[in-house]
């Protein structure tokens, strides 16, 4: 199955930069009155952590048990809901406190994870992206694909103006979804964003997309960053 979009190529404009942790291996990430929520993984350093934007500094945190691997985030009526990776566990916080409240159980891998209204919405790694009640029902599935074919390795949300933002695992793209057809619309092409003088032997990958909705800000960062990157993005044909 094709899709009979050819989807839009945007590049980017680097805003600002704050300071990232570089010990985060960032899973999740989402932007919340001047803060950010961020989970983290690994085993043995999976984490969910609230974060002052301008310095990085961790304001409060909880770590998971050491045999799971953390996850994405989402915010949802005040709660905070956290994904493992393959224990089909999550978590749900409060978000002032980040005092758990319930576990969530799954049927796939845990991977990225946004709202959408009153629903979740969450990526497991292959081409489907699944919406859930706050209890974690499934309430529908939509495939992802491109003028190319179907698009595997869906990672990180989060949805911007009615789009759905996905990072795609492995590579510096971010996939730009409608949510209705699972066609994709666009790419942002995040290429060269970290400089390679800052990169570390254990940098890793592009992952975690925030939107400041009353601000108009976009923020995205990876695993192992050092910085976190406000930036504007615009089509291509446009530079």
Do not use: C
């Amino acid at each position: 199955m094709l899709s009979d979009i050819n989807p839009v190529t945007y590049r980017y404009r680097m805003v600002n930069r704050y300071p990232h942790d570089r010990k985060a291996y960032t899973q999740g990430l989402l932007y919340d009155n001047g803060f950010f929520f961020e989970g983290t993984g690994q085993q043995g350093e999976s984490s969910l952590r609230k974060v002052e934007v301008e310095t990085g500094r961790v304001i409060s945190q909880v770590n998971l048990d050491g045999s799971l691997f953390g996850e994405g985030v989402a915010l949802l009526e005040n709660r905070l809901y956290q994904l493992t990776w393959t224990s089909k566990v999550g978590f749900v916080y409060e978000k002032e406190t980040l005092r758990q409240l319930n576990r969530i159980y799954y049927q796939t891998q845990g991977w990225g994870l946004t709202t959408a209204g009153d629903s979740l919405v969450m990526s497991d790694g292959t081409n489907v992206v699944w919406f859930l009640d706050r209890d974690f029902n499934v309430l529908s599935s939509v495939t992802v694909w491109d003028h190319r074919g179907m698009v595997d390795n869906l990672n990180e949300l989060e949805m911007i103006n009615g789009e759905l933002w996905a990072n795609i695992w492995q590579t510096d793209r971010i996939a730009r979804i409608d949510l209705v057809t699972g066609k994709v619309l666009g790419y942002v092409d995040l290429n060269n964003l970290l400089p390679r003088s800052d990169r570390a032997p254990e940098t890793d990958v592009l992952n975690g997309i925030a939107w400041d909705e009353d601000g108009r800000r976009l923020f995205v960062t990876g695993k192992y960053w050092p910085w976190l990157y406000e930036i504007t993005v615009f089509p291509a044909s446009h530079n």
